[in-house]
């Protein structure tokens, strides 16, 4: 398996635009989260997904930000409209048994709203 | 918050050298994990120990986990330059236990 995919790995786009990232988790994983990583927040969890279905999204900064998981193989976060305060890295990760098993995590999508 | 902190943020010791570092949580957990981040990467998991265990080995790294302390702490032993990178304690954190917690990190810098 080739790991967490996310995409893109970059996205530089301008304040009031919709951004869509996007996550591949491991075939066969049934957990499914969500991070977003900043030099002051630390890697906050905004949220998890078990078997498709969301279970947490209290972590979801403001209504801007939403997700999907249509199916066990992809996920998507969207924010509309974005703000410069959005720009973070963005980080999917999956696994087995949510927090009681290793999770694993792709590369990351690095946000930034100009 | 209920997210485990590290300690100290910030770690500078020489290559051979062992280095510590500390995760302090504040709810009961079933286990605690930790991770290492490499500049620019995402998170690799290191090692998971459980609530029943006390230390636990893996390669150059020992973790403890004292639940009554509610802490745990990670040593890399002999260090290389390689192991230049930050690293967090998560845990496990809501009533299923679903969600996974991070601490803010510590970051550790290993002169060759």
């Known amino acids: 398996d080739a790991g967490v995919i996310q995409s893109p790995r970059h996205e530089v786009t301008e304040m009031g635009q919709e951004v869509t990232l996007r996550c591949k988790p491991i075939s066969g994983h049934d957990y499914l989260f969500w991070y977003r990583q900043t030099m002051m927040r630390g890697l906050e969890l905004l949220i998890y997904?078990?078997?498709?279905?969301?279970?947490?999204d209290s972590g979801m900064p403001e209504d801007r930000f939403s997700a999907k998981m249509p199916n066990a193989s992809f996920s998507t976060l969207k924010i509309q409209p974005s703000e410069p305060r959005d720009s973070a890295v963005y980080f999917c990760?999956?696994?087995?048994?949510?927090?009681?098993?290793?999770?694993?995590f792709g590369q990351g999508t690095r946000l930034t709203v100009v | 918050s209920q997210q485990g902190e590290e300690d100290p943020q910030a770690l500078s010791i020489q290559e051979g050298e062992n280095a510590t570092m500390n995760c302090s949580y504040k709810?009961?957990?079933?286990?605690l994990q930790w991770y290492r981040q490499n500049s620019g990467r995402g998170l690799v998991h290191l090692i998971l120990i459980r609530s029943n265990e006390r230390e636990k080995h893996s390669g150059r790294l020992r973790v403890t986990l004292d639940t009554s302390k509610k802490s745990s702490s990670l040593l890399i032993t002999a260090s290389r330059a390689a192991d230049t990178a930050s690293y967090f304690c998560?845990?496990?954190?809501?009533?299923?236990?679903?969600?996974?917690?991070f601490g803010k990190g510590t970051k550790l810098s290993v002169k060759p």
């Open positions: 990760a999956s696994s087995l048994g949510a927090g009681n098993t290793e999770a694993f």
């Open positions: 709810t009961s957990i079933n286990n």
């Open positions: 998560a845990t496990p954190y809501g009533g299923s236990q679903g969600n996974l917690i």
């Open positions: 997904f078990n078997n498709n279905v969301p279970i947490d």
